[in-house]
Every structure is written in structure tokens, then in C-alpha cells.
């Protein structure tokens, strides 16, 4: 085949992969939610003179063609595999795999963030607590904390983020958990710790607060497979997780209600273990205010529990150490709205949070 054939052909082909996809792009269906990534996709941008003058109408629909694209999580393996197979790449949007885990790098550390964090805790103390309170503070470790040293990746320094998380928070008394987590402690597939494993940091939580709990857990396994929101954003084809729970007498009994959609609910949602984020079982996921009462607890302390979505998956196991537990997140309803839903009188009151938020602290409200 001489040389201007050549041309011809692959200029051929060119237009007609070119034209095909633009075919595919106009008729195939539009999805408006991306599983994999556990997030809703770019809509088409309404087209107007003040969009396009603005240039807001090409930088939405920049993204929304990115979004809609055919075979869009295919293109996203070939990318990911590509990138750590062939270029050698440690990450993947700052995403990287690391003896079977997937984690996030975190880095570098955000100070500004931390003071913020820290001054909404603050407020909330100085608007509604008194000298009968016990106040505590405890931070969870992202599990890049566990993986990063040993993979080469970037990370920030874990134990200097707590030690000046506690000395900011000089209101509450600190309470360490990082020496009781390894990263076996987390799902591969997903941010969040494992329950099964945690029942001796509700344990070091319940100690330090000078409650009790009583630990007849039983555990039982969901039959599917937990792909957890780091698989989506990683786009690699990687073993699931197994997602288990622990019931007790104490958890079985007590009565959960949610204040933001005023019902009374379950500790473990059966209906979100099937849906597109099984995590969202305990608790129901990412509500703003719930109350859990234990009408057979042999003590009359109550705990305020203020908390991300850690917290859901804990506060089961602490149930049995208190009368009632108050989940509060705020980065869903503001603190200034508390007064009407929680009498703080006499609690104690617990600022447990991860790494994750509080060194992305806005999101609290």
C-alpha cells in the first residue's frame, strides 16, 4: 500500500470512529447517576446568551460530555489500568492500591481546616453545655494512614494531626483510638472502618467516658458482594469486600428515631445493605439528627454524639452504656437548631471524627 493510500485509510477511519461516536453520543440513553462513583452525573447546561457570554455554557458542557460519554467506566479502566500497568503511575487521581486496599492520598496537611473544625466544636460547647458536662474529643485515622509508609506514597503525619487536634480542643478531654486500628481494620474497597473490628475502640471509648458496655455480639455476613466508593473512583476490576454486622441484646431492643424525616427507624437498614451504598445500613446512612434509646440500660447517662459517618457504625456498640445516645452531624443541620431537639443537660458529649472531614472541615455547618 503506497503512502498517500495509507493516508486515505487511517483518515477513513478516523472519521469513522469520529462520526460513530458522535452518533452514539446523540442517541445512546443519558444516564443522570453514576454508581460506580457513587455520585449524580453533569446535566446538559441550558443554553442561553448569558451562559454564553459567561462562558459558563462550554465549561458545563465540558463536563457534561465528559459525563455522558458511551462506555464511559470502560474508558475509565483502560485509563486506570494503563496508567499503573504501562506508565507506571503510583495513582490514579490520587488514588492508588496498595497490597489489595485502596486508599486516598491525604496531604498535605490543612491547619486552616483543623482551626475551623475546631472552632465549631468550640461554639457548640460555649452555646449549650455547662460545667456538668464531660466533654471528649477522638479522630479517627484515614487507613492511608496505615498504607502510605509502606507503599511510598504521600501522606500527612497522623500522629502530629492528633496531638495538635487535641491541643487545639483544649474543651474536651482527648481520647486516642489510632494504636487500637491496623489497616485489616478497614474494608479494601471503601473508606470506612469494619464494625466487627471496632468493638474494641467502642470499648476504649466507653472506658475513657466512664461508662460500661457489655459485649454479647453476635455477627452476621450480607450474602453480597460491598463495592465500596473507592472502587468506583479507582476503575479497577479488584475483589469485593464482605460487608458484616453485630446485633447484641442492648441493639436488638433499643428504639431509633430519625428527627429529619420524623420516623422511627432501624439500626440496620436491610433495604440500603442492597442499594447503591450497603454502608448505609447502619443507621441509614447520612442522617442529621437521630436518637437512640435503650429503655433496658442499667444506667441513666446519656451521650451526645456528634460525628460523620464513622459514627454509624459504631454508636451500635455503645448502646448498652447508655440510656440514650444522641447522633448529631452537622454538616447537615446547623448547630444553631440543636436547642430545639436535645436537652444537654447532664451528658456527656463526644466529638468523635475522621481525619477525612476534619481536614476538609467545610462541610461542617
Not at 451500635?316 to 452504656?321: A, I, K, M
Amino acid at each position: 500500500m503506497d503512502r498517500r493510500k495509507k493516508n486515505t485509510v487511517v483518515c477513513m477511519l478516523f472519521a469513522l470512529l469520529l462520526s460513530g461516536g458522535f452518533v452514539l453520543c446523540l442517541f445512546l440513553p443519558k444516564p443522570v447517576y453514576s454508581d460506580s462513583e457513587r455520585r449524580g452525573l453533569s446535566p446538559m447546561p441550558k443554553l442561553s446568551a448569558d451562559s454564553v457570554w459567561s462562558g459558563r455554557y462550554m465549561s458545563d458542557f465540558e463536563n457534561y460530555a465528559a459525563d455522558a460519554f458511551p462506555f464511559r467506566d470502560t474508558f475509565r479502566s483502560i485509563k486506570a489500568l494503563t496508567a499503573g500497568g504501562i506508565f507506571y503511575r503510583q495513582d490514579n487521581n490520587g488514588i492508588y492500591v496498595s497490597d489489595g486496599y485502596i486508599a486516598a492520598m491525604e496531604y498535605p496537611v490543612n491547619e486552616d481546616s483543623m482551626n475551623r473544625a475546631v472552632e465549631r466544636f468550640r461554639y457548640i460547647c460555649e452555646k449549650y453545655l455547662t460545667d456538668e458536662n464531660k466533654v471528649y474529643l477522638s479522630v479517627i485515622p484515614d487507613k492511608n494512614c496505615f498504607l502510605a509508609k509502606e507503599s511510598g506514597h504521600l501522606s500527612i503525619d497522623y500522629a502530629e494531626f492528633e496531638r495538635k487536634m487535641a491541643k487545639k480542643a483544649d474543651f474536651a478531654v482527648y481520647i486516642p483510638v489510632s494504636d487500637l486500628l491496623e489497616k485489616e481494620d478497614y474494608y479494601k474497597t471503601d473508606t470506612h472502618w469494619r464494625q466487627e473490628k471496632i468493638a474494641d475502640v467502642a470499648d476504649r471509648l466507653a472506658q475513657s467516658m466512664n461508662t460500661a458496655l457489655v459485649q454479647d455480639y453476635e455477627t452476621h455476613t450480607l450474602t453480597e458482594d460491598f463495592y465500596g466508593v473507592y472502587y468506583g473512583q479507582a476503575a479497577l476490576p479488584l475483589m469485593p469486600d464482605t460487608l458484616q454486622y453485630m446485633t447484641g441484646e442492648a441493639i436488638e431492643n433499643c428504639m431509633v428515631y430519625d428527627w429529619q424525616n420524623g420516623v422511627e427507624i432501624s439500626v440496620y437498614d436491610m433495604e440500603k445493605a442492597l442499594g447503591r451504598d450497603p454502608y448505609e445500613m447502619f443507621l441509614s446512612g447520612s442522617l442529621s439528627l437521630i436518637t437512640v434509646e435503650n429503655k433496658n440500660a442499667g444506667t441513666d447517662k446519656e451521650l451526645v454524639l456528634f460525628r460523620d459517618s464513622f459514627g454509624s457504625s459504631i454508636a451500635p456498640l455503645l448502646v448498652s452504656g447508655y440510656s440514650k445516645i444522641t447522633l448529631v452531624d452537622i454538616r447537615y443541620i446547623h448547630p444553631d437548631l440543636l436547642g430545639q431537639f436535645i436537652d444537654f443537660s447532664g451528658c456527656d458529649v463526644l466529638f468523635l471524627y475522621s481525619t477525612l472531614v476534619l481536614n476538609h472541615s467545610e462541610t461542617i455547618k
